[in-house]
């Protein structure tokens, strides 16, 4: 066995879970005040742009999707089984809170609305579309924050093993599974792709 090889999951200790509860209560805060205000002022706007491609019309709605949709919040919970060290959590929020307010900015910079038409009552679809939709909002397309987050997360989980490309599969995953559901735009999801590798590259950098 070679020596030193990465560990992918290790059981935290009780100081790293309380560390990474904070570090969840944090990033929560932010992202209640940064997406929930975005989409708030983008409403109050009388025009908003169609940012979405003619063919997409013809894009399937698939509610089921909507469960490996919010496969995302199970990243979230393997962050303190993957990343072993305080610097390396700590980190993760920094990065966390900057892809959050990178994308706030642009939500307010590109007032998008959805071209979809979604169930006007969607009380017979299953609930874990119902409650995909419901945090969605309304506005905040471009970049899927959602996307973004998953791409993130699964370049620091790869970095982590440092060949375990599995975990880009599950991200892209996400992301059709954000299209199939008719939640977001093609493009939305290729710049949220974008942005959440771009800055897993400065995670890198200032977390070794």
């Known amino acids: 066995m070679p020596k030193n090889r990465p560990v992918l999951f290790a059981v935290p200790s009780r100081s790293h879970i309380r560390a990474s509860l904070l570090a969840t209560a944090l990033l929560s805060v932010l992202f209640a005040i940064v997406y929930g205000g975005a989409d708030y002022v983008t409403g109050l706007r009388s025009n908003h742009l169609r940012i979405d491609f003619a063919f997409e019309q ?103 093993k440092k060949s375990h490309w599995l975990f880009h599969i599950w991200a892209i995953t996400i992301a059709m599974a954000a299209w199939l559901t008719h939640q977001h735009h093609l493009v939305d999801l290729v710049v949220g792709y974008v942005l959440g590798i771009c800055i897993a590259a400065r995670y890198k950098s200032f977390s070794a």
């Open 58 to 160: 013809y894009v399937p709605f698939v509610p089921e999707m909507a469960v490996l949709y919010s496969s995302l919040y199970l990243m979230f919970v393997a962050v303190p089984f993957i990343l072993h060290s305080e610097r390396q959590l700590w980190c993760y929020v920094r990065m966390m809170a900057l892809i959050t307010c990178l994308a706030g900015i642009c939500f307010l910079l590109i007032p998008a609305q959805l071209a979809f038409s979604l169930p006007a009552d969607d009380r017979q679809l299953a609930l874990p579309y119902r409650i995909a939709d419901w945090l969605n909002l309304t506005y905040n397309l471009c970049p899927s924050l959602h996307v973004a987050y998953a791409a993130f997360h699964a370049e620091i989980f790869r970095q982590q």
